[in-house]
């Protein structure tokens, strides 16, 4: 009904809220954290914007469109319109239009009651829909009132009586995406104006005030109606409600009027407010000529018929009438970057009459300064005259706001209220903080937030934490523990606040306005009375009776600061420009025209001739020339780091865990190869860098992409700068992963703090290079690819860390730290911030971290003669003629000129000069100047060569310009020295990086507004930053200035007599103020010996080994003179190479060697160097707390500060908390699209600090996830040879090599080869035949085999594989049951139930069938009684489709095991069933949802492959019985039915066939083909029918000898994979018993029943390796315990009735392992004689390798080998049938002594058996010669007998 919600507990933050507020609570005693509640029902990101005035604590409607909260919208779906209405914006459904600007002239019918609003429809911003709504469900002026619910009228189509806003939004096609409501969709009133025009009026009042809350809104100041544009402020923008705690919202409509229709005339001729002017009552409004009439009748005006928020008894007349504050305004122009918190004069807005102040002409001019208003209290009044000379800043005004927001959360769950810090106060304290400021200091709001949130802290701390511990009791206030400040206390105080601090402060209290008190204030400027005030602080009483105030910034330095703050970059760049073109620094040069008394600096620089200063250079030239070359200078290929390593394996972590994840948003396994494109700032030394990098790294051959070996041209392509070019570039990218959906593109955004603007906003702003990486980088075809990944490194990631943010926390991975370089066995430790500034309190050496004080006064008297100029621009002209005159003083004999430049200057020049005269090779140092402008940066470069060459020093130093958009130039004569240092041949080879520059003595002139990742070599000595603004306060643009100067030094080993280095110096990182991710304290190794001054004498190991291998290029030149590579093979790694006795440094002869690992020397601005070196409450430096970047606004201004114990990842979740993004930034669209889940799901965060060595990390991790990729797409292959190999393989006579399939008759005539060449049954007892009797000896056991039991090959799975649970590719979704479209996953449960005569009882199964699978099977009815699972006709044919039942047993493989057989088949259809255990049924579902499961019955869960052979087989000849009978019905013959199944191993992977020359019949190759091949050509078999049992070889590298010819065909064992005719083997049952060599023992009773047994050896199958589950895992544990313990296989059997210690495993298990380790003793007379084996009858067991076994079959018509001249040495009788007679038995022949072995199921069976047979007659029995299997009585343990032969 248009009514807004309630707030509501938000359930899902409730752990995470508690958990931060007692952690909270924990961490400090003095700050109160904020409570739970307060945290769940007010959002710490709500947003306070403009429309909040009025807003009253406990109100429950939601915030208007200015007021906006990071919290997603309420979901709403319209209903769809009915059908033929029209849809239209701006129309409604009848198709008439309600535009204002159409409906403006026309006259509508208003019902009496009703008043025309104005709607504003979100997708037509720029119109006012026209609306009739009836006015008790509106508020009135003062916002009260306003029934609940809602009546309107179409205005268009004439419909009435809509009673609820949602149908009518509907009607009026709004077009709503979240819950319709009134009070955020009606907002105007609407009027007529003088010539009759329906007009847009006043802002409904819907926010109301309750007379039982606490009154605390102000009136609005007219920048803040909705007329006027909204400022990004990124402080103004979260906390404009107004600060006057007693007054009304109210809104004068004549105010509105005069400022929105100017040519209209006054004609209410009263100016107060509305709200002092009696109710409307009925037929009042009146329509009298040029009045403003609202339109139609006012007909209620008593209280509302329902009690609601909006009314209170005591408000049905009007309130106490109060004079609200002028109106009044200073009109608002937003700085380009929308972010720096000021605001100028420019266009007028809402002024009451009366209320304005003249700016002075020339204010500039005579005082010399720009004064900044601060906008404090009240409304300030309008200014006019010459307003561009004044500038108006409302971050004071912000602040104040933004003091209320915090007693509010207290507020929500407590009956009385905590009253905020009071206006008096807040001006009080401001005063206090002014006064302490130092002359040269500038105001910071940050440092004002912080003292008036800690004042208010104090000032409530006992009823915060009484509320904190009792907050569900509401306690009674307590009153504070001071009395109030009053508004006529305030004065007295401000004034004994400013008594100590001189003329500093000034505090004007005694004007009647603001405007007075700013008239007198101009005044007193060009009286020069405030020359020596900074701030002048205007108190007075408003006409409302409160305080109001504001401050005028006056210093000379303050205001200039704050001036060019205000200032966006290209704004800056540009007043720069003008200033040096039109010759505004004339003046200044001229007033460096003298560099002494009496002399002019050019002619001084005229007379230093070349000859004068020549010589010396000459000199040293000559001096060394006889020498050889300098010794120490080494250069040696790039290596990896080991934390460079670690990172690149975080990074693999991450992305496997994003594939491992549930949402199946990345699929590793279906990608086979990796593909990238690195995105780089448009900057040239940037992207060579990356280019040379990338090409030294080796990562472009690793991953196949190198076309072009020898060059480095070819990594170009893969690497793109972040400029126009790199549309073609990313479209092409994404066109080729469209075509390539098997590649995984990884798109590198190196430096991606770089670029963070919208690309709305760089249109807004036509500025084609801003918003490019929004524009290409977030466009909808890069998120939705789902084989691209996006990584995003940066040095500084805080911009990227907000509300708003694209990446997941859990995406991110940080750098380990200095702590952590042990975990790592890391050679470099790195020096960032932390160090610089421990630097400046070690107190034992010179700091790293300077200010120049003589050049910071000569600036500051320069910039006080001259304000017109820019101080970018004073600074940089001071920086030349220090340098000039250094020069002058150092190079050209004129000592005298010292005085004349700073001494720190002095000190870089001489350095610079003086480390050539001592290498051979002259080697020397960098200078780095900082000049972010690039004019002033040209300028300097032109100024300095210029001297240079004057003095003669052109071939002493070289003068750069590094400037990002062209490359690096470098005169001949240093061009030809860095050729012979880095051995270049090439002829046109010019240096393209700055790491080039190595060694070289230089000064770079370094310009770009911000650094754009170029690295710099280690010669850097100095670091001169003295131009750099200090206006830019932000973190990011602080810290990527210091990162320039970061370094790696070389860790040197452990001093024990050292002292331990300092805490702060351990927690070093410019990321992070300190800790690490570990929550282990590490040793952390002492940097200061790297410090200048610091004694190098005791690292042994400094001229050895590479030194800190990160910043510095590496060439080495081919031997062969290949000069491309030579120049081209660059990394960033140089050092001092090994010489051959280890020394100190200082004995170093080349100055550059010995400095090598000195961090570089730090020049700073006084205010940055006090900013930086300045700690905040929590110990970090002031700069931590500063706006992370100017694109991103604190979410609210009481917030805590940073930890000095946080890690990488709470500072993440810190500012993901706290920041958000403002309009400009590309994440302020992010949560518009609608997910839930504002995280990009393939999008990762490598952060780490500037030049650690970020890049070489992703290229390790690009070549890691190739080499993973590939790794995916192997597996291990059981790569073994085949044992007891003999001539039986070879070409016989039986087939023609080339034949196709086997001759039945020829099959027959081939003998069958008892012996076993499987290689996993190497360890199992030989089969004795005549053909094994010839040949006796065994394959020698080879000697690596002891250590290696079983080969294994690395194989890549082709396109015919078959695949475990993790592999999921598009292709297979379906097969697999995973995708959403298909309801693949439901399925039923059936039960099977048949009978077998072995078991004795009948058998119940169940089958566990998908719904897409059931066609499989045939029913009773639809849903009824499963009756048997179809069958084919022998005689069908289907090239699709797979005649044969796939059956495949396993167990504890429901991962792992091989069961998608969708890519195995190529599609073919084909019916798989998965024979699992009962207990493994859930798990298996789970895993293979859409595969039909056979369960096995309960009693069979513990035993072992046997069982599962035998119900199989089983089951199927039991269905094909079924199958016969209902295909007899149906006409067909009963032997037409397909009588084949087959038996599949859960680990056959891929299948092969071997290609056969058909002239030669000799083998040619053998390759990959699909199972669908395989199975369709044997089931093709002409005679197929006739055998009782197919398969296939196992594949092994060594079966395949090309031109060697094999008999295509052999009769013998097969194994894994098995086509198996169940009708045909009917009467040969798998022993269910059995746990090993049951397929052994399958086949030879097989053979013996005269079956035909053919393996087709053209085709082989290969097994994966799998180390999980399986039928082979087997568990021998005691029943005593669950754990599985040692016990020897001796241990496995026990006399009868003996007291022994009971196993916890099947009989029949322990009966066969004993067997297979003990054998050699139970037959003594067997081992290692295979002449005279074992007599096994109707089974096969394993005695072990070293006992021979010969199998006989007792059946009838049986066939079985000659054993009439074999004395045997032993006989094995297992659980003998009726077959077994004594007369058979008399058949053999025995040596005297063998041993006789009669296993039974009990100890009956065991008597009756021996008996039976008559044994003792023969055989000679002892009591002691009974043994049972170490089971428990209920276990039903086997018994066994042993006896010796007469």
Same mark, same amino acid.
């Given at each position: 009904?248009?009514?807004?919600?309630?707030?509501?507990?938000?359930?899902?933050?409730?752990?995470?809220v508690?958990?931060n507020?007692?952690?909270?609570?924990?961490?400090?005693?003095?700050?109160v954290?904020r409570?739970?509640?307060?945290? !769940?029902?007010?959002?710490?990101?709500?947003?306070?914007?403009?429309?909040?005035e009025?807003?009253v604590?406990?109100?429950?409607?939601?915030?208007? $469109?200015?007021?906006?909260?990071?919290?997603?919208?309420?979901?709403?779906?319209?209903?769809?319109? @009915?059908e033929?209405?029209?849809?239209?914006?701006?129309?409604?459904?009848?198709?008439?239009?309600l535009?204002l600007?159409?409906?403006?002239?026309e006259?509508?019918d208003? @019902?009496?009651?009703?008043?025309?609003?104005?709607?504003k429809?979100?997708?037509i911003?720029?119109?006012?829909?026209?609306?009739?709504?009836d006015?008790?469900?509106l508020?009135?002026e003062?916002?009260?009132?306003?029934l609940l619910?809602?009546?309107?009228?179409?205005v268009?189509?004439?419909?009435?009586?809509?009673?609820?806003?949602t149908?009518?939004?509907?009607?009026?096609?709004?077009?709503?995406?979240?819950q319709?409501?009134?009070?955020?969709h009606?907002?105007?009133?609407?009027?007529?104006?003088?010539?009759?025009?329906?007009?847009?009026?006043?802002?409904?009042?819907?926010?109301?005030?309750?007379?039982?809350?606490?009154?605390?809104?102000?009136?609005?100041?007219?920048?803040?109606?909705?007329?006027?544009?909204?400022?990004n402020?990124?402080?103004?923008?979260?906390?404009?409600?107004?600060?006057?705690?007693n007054?009304a919202?109210?809104?004068?409509?004549?105010?509105?009027?005069?400022?929105?229709?100017?040519?209209?005339?006054?004609?209410?001729? =009263?100016?107060?407010?509305?709200?002092?002017?009696?109710?409307p009552?009925?037929?009042?409004?009146?329509?009298?000529?040029?009045?403003?009439?609202?339109?139609?009748?006012?007909?209620?005006?008593?209280?509302?018929?329902?009690?609601?928020?909006?009314?209170?008894?005591?408000?049905?007349?009007?309130?106490?009438v109060q004079?609200p504050?002028p109106?009044?305004?200073?009109?608002a122009?937003?700085?380009?970057?929308?972010?720096s918190?000021?605001?100028?004069?420019?266009?007028?807005?809402?002024?009451?009459?009366?209320?304005?102040?003249?700016?002075?002409?020339?204010?500039?001019q005579?005082c010399?300064?720009?004064p900044?208003?601060?906008?404090?209290?009240?409304?300030?009044?309008?200014?006019?005259g010459?307003?561009?000379?004044?500038?108006?800043?409302?971050?004071?005004?912000?602040?104040?706001?933004?003091?209320?927001?915090?007693?509010?959360?207290?507020?929500?769950?407590?009956?009385?209220?905590?009253?905020?810090? =009071?206006?008096?106060?807040q001006?009080?304290?401001?005063?206090?903080? !002014?006064?302490?400021?130092?002359?040269?200091?500038?105001?910071?709001?940050?440092?004002?937030?912080?003292i008036?949130?800690?004042?208010?802290?104090?000032s409530?701390? #006992?009823?915060?934490?009484?509320?904190?511990?009792?907050?569900?009791?509401?306690?009674?206030?307590?009153?504070?523990?001071?009395?109030?400040?009053?508004?006529?206390?305030?004065?007295?105080?401000?004034k004994?606040?400013?008594?100590?601090?001189?003329?500093?402060?000034?505090?004007?209290?005694?004007?009647?306005s603001?405007?007075?008190?700013?008239?007198?204030?101009?005044?007193?400027?060009?009286?020069?009375?405030?020359?020596? #005030?900074?701030?002048?602080?205007?108190?007075?009483?408003?006409?409302?009776?409160?305080?109001?105030?504001?401050?005028?910034?006056?210093?000379?330095?303050?205001?200039?600061?704050l001036?060019?703050?205000?200032i966006?970059?290209? $704004?800056?760049?540009?007043?720069i420009?003008?200033?040096?073109?039109?010759?505004?620094?004339?003046?200044?040069e001229?007033?460096?025209s003298?560099?002494?008394?009496?002399?002019?600096?050019?002619?001084?620089?005229?007379?230093?001739?070349?000859?004068?200063?020549?010589?010396?250079?000459?000199?040293?030239?000559?001096e060394?020339?006889g020498?050889p070359?300098?010794?120490?200078?080494?250069v040696?290929?790039?290596?990896?780091?080991?934390?460079?390593?670690?990172?690149?394996?975080?990074?693999?972590?991450?992305?496997?865990?994003?594939?491992?994840?549930s949402?199946?948003?990345?699929?590793?396994?279906?990608?086979?190869?990796?593909?990238?494109?690195?995105?780089?700032?448009?900057?040239?030394?940037? *992207?060579?860098q990356?280019?040379?990098?990338?090409?030294?790294?080796?990562?472009?051959?690793?991953?196949?992409?190198?076309?072009d070996?020898?060059?480095?041209?070819? &990594?170009?392509?893969?690497?793109?700068?972040?400029?126009?070019?790199?549309?073609?570039?990313?479209?092409?990218?994404?066109?080729?992963?469209?075509?390539?959906?098997?590649?995984?593109?990884?798109?590198?955004?190196?430096?991606a703090?770089?670029?963070?603007?919208s690309?709305?906003?760089?249109?807004?702003m036509?500025?084609?290079?801003?918003g490019?990486?929004?524009?290409?980088?977030?466009?909808?075809?890069?998120?939705?690819?789902?084989?691209?990944?996006?990584?995003?490194?940066?040095?500084?990631?805080?911009a990227l860390?907000?509300?708003n943010?694209?990446?997941?926390?859990?995406?991110?991975?940080?750098?380990?730290?200095?702590?952590?370089?042990?975990?790592?066995?890391?050679k470099?430790?790195?020096?960032g911030?932390?160090?610089?500034?421990?630097?400046?309190?070690?107190?034992?050496?010179?700091?790293?971290?300077?200010?120049?004080?003589?050049?910071?006064?000569?600036?500051? %008297?320069?910039?006080? /003669?001259?304000?017109?100029?820019?101080?970018?621009?004073?600074?940089?002209?001071?920086?030349?003629?220090?340098?000039?005159?250094?020069?002058?003083?150092?190079?050209?004999?004129?000592?005298?000129?010292?005085?004349?430049?700073s001494?720190?200057t002095?000190?870089?020049v001489?350095?610079?000069?003086?480390?050539?005269?001592?290498?051979?090779?002259?080697?020397?140092?960098?200078?780095?100047?900082?000049?972010?402008?690039?004019?002033?940066?040209?300028?300097?470069?032109?100024?300095?060569?210029?001297?240079?060459d004057?003095?003669?020093?052109h071939?002493?130093?070289?003068?750069?310009?590094?400037?990002?958009?062209?490359g690096?130039?470098?005169?001949?004569?240093?061009?030809?020295?860095?050729?012979?240092?880095?051995?270049?041949?090439?002829?046109?080879?010019?240096?393209?990086?700055y790491?080039?520059?190595?060694?070289?003595?230089?000064?770079?002139?370094?310009?770009?507004m911000?650094?754009?990742?170029e690295?710099?070599?280690?010669?850097?000595?100095?670091?001169?930053?003295?131009?750099?603004s200090?206006?830019?306060?932000?973190?990011?643009?602080?810290?990527q200035?210091?990162?320039l100067?970061?370094?790696?030094v070389?860790?040197?080993?452990?001093?024990?007599?050292?002292?331990?280095?300092?805490?702060?110096?351990?927690?070093?990182?410019?990321d992070?103020?300190?800790?690490?991710?570990n929550e282990?304290?590490?040793?952390?190794?002492?940097?200061?010996s790297?410090?200048?001054?610091?004694?190098?004498?005791?690292?042994?190991?400094?001229?050895?080994?590479?030194?800190?291998?990160?910043?510095?290029?590496?060439?080495?030149?081919?031997?062969?003179?290949?000069?491309?590579?030579?120049?081209?093979?660059?990394?960033?790694?140089?050092?001092?190479g090994?010489?051959?006795?280890?020394?100190?440094?200082?004995?170093?002869?080349?100055s550059?060697?010995?400095?090598?690992n000195?961090?570089?020397?730090?020049?700073?601005?006084?205010?940055l160097?006090?900013?930086?070196?300045?700690?905040?409450?929590?110990?970090?430096?002031?700069?931590?707390?500063?706006?992370p970047?100017?694109?991103?606004?604190?979410?609210?201004? *009481?917030?805590?500060?940073?930890?000095?114990?946080?890690?990488?990842?709470?500072?993440?979740?810190?500012?993901?908390?706290?920041?958000?993004?403002?309009?400009q930034?590309?994440?302020?669209?992010?949560r &518009?699209?609608?997910?839930?889940?504002s995280?990009?799901?393939?999008?990762?965060?490598?952060?780490?600090?500037?030049?650690?060595?970020?890049?070489g990390?992703?290229?390790?991790?690009?070549?890691?996830?190739?080499?993973?990729?590939?790794?995916?797409?192997?597996?291990?292959i059981?790569?073994?040879e085949?044992?007891?190999?003999?001539?039986e393989?070879? &070409?016989?006579h039986?087939?023609?090599?080339?034949?196709?399939?086997?001759?039945?008759?020829?099959?027959?005539?081939?003998?069958?080869?008892?012996?076993?060449?499987?290689?996993?049954?190497?360890?199992?007892?030989?089969?004795?035949?005549?053909?094994?009797?010839?040949?006796?000896e065994?394959?020698?056991?080879?000697?690596?085999?002891?250590?290696?039991r079983?080969?294994?090959a690395r194989?890549?799975? =082709?396109?015919?594989?078959?695949?475990?649970?993790?592999?999921?590719?598009?292709?297979?979704?379906?097969?697999?049951?995973?995708?959403?479209r298909?309801?693949?996953?439901?399925?039923?449960?059936?039960?099977f139930?048949?009978?077998?005569?072995?078991?004795?009882e009948?058998?119940?199964?169940?089958?566990?069938?998908?719904?897409?699978?059931?066609?499989?099977?045939?029913?009773?009815?639809?849903?009824?009684?499963?009756?048997?699972?179809?069958?084919?006709?022998?005689?069908?044919?289907?090239?699709?489709?797979?005649?044969?039942?796939?059956? #495949?047993?396993?167990?504890?493989?429901?991962?792992?095991?091989?069961?998608?057989?969708?890519h195995?088949?190529?599609g073919?259809?084909?019916?798989?069933?998965?024979?699992?255990?009962?207990?493994?049924?859930?798990?298996?579902?789970?895993?293979?949802?859409?595969?039909?499961?056979l369960?096995?019955p309960?009693?069979?869960?513990?035993?072992?492959?046997? %069982?599962?052979?035998?119900?199989?087989?089983?089951?199927?000849?039991?269905?094909?019985?079924?199958?016969?009978?209902?295909?007899?019905?149906?006409? =067909?013959r009963?032997?037409?039915?397909?009588?084949?199944?087959?038996?599949?191993?859960?680990?056959?992977?891929?299948?092969?066939?071997?290609?056969?020359?058909?002239?030669?019949?000799?083998?040619?190759?053998e390759?990959?083909?699909?199972?669908?091949q395989?199975?369709?050509?044997?089931?093709?078999?002409?005679?197929?029918?006739?055998?009782?049992?197919?398969?296939?070889?196992?594949?092994?590298s060594?079966?395949?000898?090309?031109?060697?010819?094999?008999e295509?065909?052999?009769?013998?064992?097969?194994?894994?994979?098995?086509?198996?005719?169940?009708?045909?083997?009917?009467?040969?049952?798998?022993?269910?018993?059995?746990?090993?060599?049951?397929?052994?023992?399958?086949?030879?009773?097989?053979?013996?029943?005269?079956l035909?047994?053919?393996r087709f050896?053209n085709f082989?199958?290969?097994?994966?390796?799998?180390?999980?589950?399986?039928y082979?895992?087997?568990?021998?544990?005691?029943?005593?315990?669950?754990?599985?313990t040692?016990?020897?296989?001796?241990?496995?059997?026990?006399?009868?009735?003996?007291?022994?210690?009971?196993?916890a495993?099947?009989?029949?298990?322990?009966?066969?392992?004993?067997?297979?380790?003990?054998?050699?003793?139970?037959?003594?007379?067997?081992?290692?004689?295979? $002449?005279?084996?074992?007599?096994?009858?109707?089974?096969?067991l394993?005695?072990?390798?070293?006992?021979?076994?010969?199998?006989?079959?007792?059946?009838?018509?049986?066939?079985n080998?000659?054993?009439a001249?074999?004395?045997?040495?032993?006989?094995?009788?297992?659980?003998?049938?009726?077959?077994v007679?004594?007369?058979?038995?008399?058949?053999?022949?025995?040596?005297?002594?063998?041993?006789?072995?009669?296993?039974?199921?009990? /100890?009956?069976?065991? /008597?009756?058996?021996?008996?039976?047979?008559?044994?003792?007659?023969r055989?000679?029995?002892?009591?002691?010669?009974e043994?049972?299997?170490?089971n428990?009585?209920?276990?039903?343990?086997?018994?066994?007998l042993?006896?010796?032969?007469?």
């Open positions: 009904m248009g009514n807004s919600y309630a707030g509501q507990l938000r359930t899902t933050r409730f752990e995470e508690l958990h507020s007692i952690e909270a609570s924990l961490r400090s005693s003095s700050v954290p409570p739970v509640f307060s945290q !769940l029902y007010l959002e710490p990101e709500q947003r306070h914007g403009p429309q909040n009025g807003h604590e406990n109100e429950e409607d939601d915030d208007e $469109d200015g007021s906006e909260s990071n919290s997603p919208p309420i979901p709403y779906q319209m209903k769809p319109p @009915p033929g209405s029209c849809t239209t914006d701006g129309f409604c459904r009848a198709g008439k239009d535009r600007a159409s409906m403006s002239a006259c509508v208003v @019902p009496t009651g009703f008043l025309l609003v104005g709607a429809s979100p997708s911003p720029d119109h006012i829909l026209v609306c009739a709504v006015q008790r469900f508020p009135d003062r916002g009260r009132n306003a619910g809602f009546s309107g009228n179409c268009g189509c004439g419909e009435k009586g809509f009673r609820y806003f149908e009518f939004s509907n009607h009026i096609n709004l077009n709503l995406t979240t319709p409501k009134k009070q955020k009606l907002k105007y009133h609407l009027l007529r104006s003088a010539q009759g025009l329906l007009v847009k009026g006043p802002p409904i009042c819907w926010k109301g005030i309750n007379g039982r809350v606490r009154q605390t809104s102000t009136v609005a100041s007219a920048e803040e109606t909705p007329a006027a544009p909204r400022t402020d990124p402080l103004a923008s979260s906390a404009s409600a107004g600060p006057g705690p007054s919202s109210c809104t004068d409509l004549n105010g509105h009027l005069q400022a929105s229709e100017p040519s209209l005339p006054m004609t209410n001729g =009263s100016h107060i407010s509305a709200s002092q002017q009696p109710l009552q009925a037929g009042l409004a009146a329509y009298g000529p040029g009045r403003l009439t609202v339109i139609g009748s006012i007909a209620n005006t008593g209280p509302p018929k329902k009690r609601h928020k909006g009314w209170s008894p005591e408000s049905s007349g009007p309130s106490e004079r504050a109106s009044s305004t200073v009109s122009t937003k700085s380009d970057s929308g972010t918190g000021f605001v100028g004069q420019g266009s007028s807005a809402l002024f009451p009459p009366g209320e304005c102040v003249t700016v002075p002409d020339n204010l500039l005579i010399g300064l720009q900044v208003i601060f906008k404090g209290h009240g409304a300030l009044p309008r200014l006019c010459n307003t561009g000379e004044v500038l108006v800043n409302t971050r004071l005004q912000v602040c104040y706001r933004g003091s209320h927001t915090l007693p509010r959360i207290y507020e929500q769950h407590r009956a009385s209220s905590i009253q905020p810090l =009071s206006t008096e106060m001006v009080l304290l401001t005063i206090y903080y !002014l006064v302490q400021l130092a002359p040269d200091q500038v105001p910071l709001m940050e440092d004002l937030e912080q008036l949130m800690r004042s208010w802290r104090e409530h701390l #006992t009823e915060i934490r009484q509320y904190q511990q009792n907050h569900t009791q509401f306690p009674t206030p307590i009153l504070g523990l001071a009395q109030p400040l009053t508004s006529s206390q305030l004065p007295w105080l401000a004994l606040a400013t008594s100590s601090c001189g003329e500093s402060v000034l505090v004007l209290d005694t004007a009647p603001l405007a007075e008190a700013l008239d007198d204030t101009f005044q007193r400027l060009l009286e020069g009375r405030l020359s020596q #005030t900074h701030y002048v602080v205007i108190i007075c009483m408003g006409r409302s009776q409160e305080t109001e105030s504001c401050v005028v910034v006056t210093g000379k330095h303050q205001t200039r600061a001036a060019e703050s205000m966006c970059p290209n $704004d800056c760049m540009r007043e420009e003008q200033e040096l073109s039109t010759g505004m620094t004339a003046e200044l001229a007033s460096f003298s560099a002494g008394p009496d002399e002019d600096l050019e002619a001084v620089l005229e007379k230093a001739s070349p000859e004068t200063t020549s010589p010396p250079a000459q000199g040293c030239r000559l060394h020339a020498e070359v300098c010794a120490e200078y080494r040696a290929w790039h290596e990896i780091r080991p934390i460079q390593l670690a990172v690149a394996r975080k990074l693999l972590s991450h992305v496997c865990a994003i594939a491992d994840s949402t199946h948003n990345l699929d590793l396994g279906s990608f086979d190869k990796v593909e990238f494109l690195i995105c780089v700032p448009p900057s040239e030394v940037t *992207f060579q990356v280019v040379r990098h990338l090409w030294s790294s080796g990562v472009l051959q690793e991953l196949g992409l190198n076309q070996g020898s060059s480095a041209k070819g &990594a170009e392509q893969y690497v793109v700068k972040l400029d126009q070019t790199a549309v073609a570039k990313i479209n092409d990218l994404i066109q080729k992963s469209k075509l390539n959906p098997y590649t995984l593109f990884i798109l590198v955004h190196d430096h703090h770089w670029d963070i603007s690309e709305e906003h760089g249109r807004l036509g500025d084609p290079s801003s490019l990486v929004d524009s290409l980088l977030n466009c909808r075809q890069i998120q939705e690819a789902a084989n691209i990944l996006i990584l995003h490194v940066t040095s500084l990631p805080f860390q907000t509300q943010t694209r990446i997941s926390p859990y995406n991110e991975i940080h750098w380990p730290f200095n702590n952590d370089v042990d975990l790592y066995h890391e470099t430790k790195y020096f911030v932390s160090e610089l500034l421990e630097s400046t309190r070690s107190g034992n050496c010179l700091p790293l971290l300077r200010f120049d004080s003589s050049f910071e006064s000569m600036v500051a %008297a320069l910039e006080e /003669r001259f304000p017109k100029l820019h101080s970018a621009v004073i600074r940089t002209q001071v920086l030349l003629r220090h340098y000039c005159m250094a020069l002058l003083a150092t190079a050209g004999g004129q000592a005298q000129l010292q005085k004349h430049t001494v720190e002095l000190e870089m001489q350095c610079l000069l003086g480390v050539t005269g001592s290498c051979g090779e002259r080697h020397g140092h960098m200078l780095l100047l900082r000049i972010p402008f690039p004019p002033l940066a040209a300028r300097a470069h032109r100024r300095l060569s210029r001297v240079r004057l003095l003669g020093l071939d002493r130093f070289e003068v750069v310009l590094g400037d990002p958009a062209s690096i130039i470098v005169g001949e004569h240093f061009l030809n020295q860095l050729k012979i240092w880095l051995k270049i041949q090439d002829p046109d080879w010019t240096p393209s990086t790491l080039e520059l190595e060694a070289l003595p230089c000064i770079l002139i370094f310009t770009g911000d650094p754009m990742g690295s710099l070599p280690r010669s850097l000595k100095y670091c001169d930053q003295r131009v750099l200090c206006c830019a306060l932000q973190r990011t643009a602080l810290e200035e210091l990162g100067a970061a370094y790696l070389w860790a040197e080993p452990r001093n024990e007599h050292r002292p331990p280095p300092s805490s702060d110096l351990s927690e070093s990182d410019p992070k103020p300190s800790s690490t991710d282990e304290e590490e040793p952390v190794l002492d940097v200061n790297a410090l200048p001054g610091t004694d190098h004498s005791q690292n042994p190991q400094a001229d050895s080994s590479p030194h800190k291998q990160h910043k510095v290029t590496l060439h080495q030149a081919a031997v062969r003179g290949d000069t491309t590579q030579a120049h081209s093979r660059s990394s960033k790694s140089t050092s001092p090994s010489s051959s006795t280890p020394g100190s440094p200082l004995r170093y002869s080349c550059w060697a010995r400095d090598l000195r961090p570089p020397v730090v020049l700073l601005p006084k205010a160097y006090d900013l930086i070196t300045t700690a905040d409450s929590s110990g970090l430096p002031k700069s931590t707390s500063f706006l970047h100017a694109s991103v606004e604190w979410d609210s201004s *009481f917030r805590p500060l940073l930890s000095k114990m946080m890690t990488c990842t709470e500072q993440s979740l810190y500012y993901r908390q706290w920041t958000k993004p403002t309009a930034h590309m994440d302020s669209s992010n &518009a699209e609608g997910r839930h889940d995280f990009h799901p393939r999008r990762l965060l490598l952060s780490g600090p500037p030049q650690v060595g970020k890049t990390a992703y290229l390790q991790f690009l070549g890691i996830l190739s080499r993973m990729l590939i790794r995916l797409m192997e597996v291990d059981y790569d073994e085949d044992i007891n190999c003999g001539s393989l070879e &070409a016989g039986y087939h023609q090599p080339a034949a196709s399939w086997p001759d039945a008759d020829a099959v027959r005539g081939m003998p069958f080869h008892f012996t076993i060449h499987d290689p996993k049954y190497e360890d199992i007892s030989a089969i004795y035949s005549p053909d094994s009797a010839l040949n006796a065994r394959n020698p056991r080879r000697q690596e085999d002891v250590y290696l079983r080969r294994t194989i890549k799975l =082709s396109k015919y594989a078959a695949y475990n649970t993790y592999h999921h590719c598009e292709q297979c979704h379906q097969y697999m049951g995973f995708n959403p298909y309801q693949l996953c439901e399925s039923t449960l059936h039960a139930t048949f009978s077998h005569l072995l078991l004795g009948e058998i119940q199964l169940y089958f566990i069938i998908p719904k897409s699978k059931e066609h499989h099977f045939s029913f009773s009815q639809p849903g009824g009684q499963l009756e048997s699972m179809r069958l084919p006709l022998t005689s069908d044919w289907n090239p699709d489709c797979i005649k044969s039942p796939i059956f #495949t047993p396993t167990t504890g493989r429901h991962e792992h095991g091989l069961f998608n057989l969708f195995a088949m190529d073919a259809s084909h019916l798989h069933i998965l024979v699992v255990k009962e207990y493994e049924m859930a798990v298996y579902k789970k895993y293979w949802p859409n595969h039909i499961m369960v096995l309960t009693i069979f869960n513990g035993a072992g492959i046997g %069982a599962a052979h035998f119900l199989i087989k089983e089951l199927s000849y039991h269905n094909l019985e079924l199958e016969r009978s209902r295909r007899v019905e149906h006409g =067909s009963p032997q037409d039915v397909w009588p084949f199944i087959i038996l599949a191993d859960d680990s056959c992977v891929m299948w092969n066939a071997v290609e056969i020359d058909p002239k030669s019949g000799t083998m040619e190759s390759r990959n083909v699909s199972l669908k395989v199975l369709q050509h044997m089931e093709s078999c002409p005679d197929i029918t006739q055998y009782g049992l197919c398969g296939v070889r196992k594949w092994s060594q079966g395949l000898r090309p031109g060697q010819r094999r295509p065909f052999s009769r013998g064992h097969l194994h894994d994979f098995l086509l198996l005719n169940v009708d045909l083997t009917q009467d040969v049952q798998y022993n269910q018993n059995r746990f090993t060599c049951d397929d052994v023992d399958f086949n030879l009773r097989v053979h013996s029943a005269g035909l047994i053919c050896n082989s199958v290969m097994k994966k390796q799998i180390a999980i589950g399986g082979r895992t087997f568990i021998i544990k005691t029943k005593m315990t669950d754990v599985p040692t016990v020897q296989p001796s241990q496995y059997v026990c006399a009868p009735d003996s007291k022994h210690l009971f196993l495993t099947p009989a029949q298990l322990l009966l066969e392992k004993y067997l297979q380790h003990t054998s050699q003793r139970l037959f003594p007379l067997s081992a290692d004689n295979c $002449d005279h084996p074992v007599l096994s009858v109707d089974c096969y394993n005695l072990g390798p070293e006992v021979t076994v010969c199998f006989v079959s007792s059946r009838p018509h049986s066939i080998i000659s054993t001249a074999v004395l045997f040495s032993g006989l094995l009788l297992y659980f003998c049938d009726s077959f007679t004594p007369g058979f038995l008399k058949k053999f022949q025995f040596l005297k002594g063998a041993t006789l072995c009669v296993i039974c199921p009990n /100890r009956s069976a065991l /008597r009756q058996t021996v008996v039976r047979l008559e044994l003792e007659d055989w000679r029995f002892r009591l002691s010669d043994f049972q299997t170490a428990a009585k209920e276990d039903q343990p086997l018994f066994f042993t006896g010796k032969h007469i």
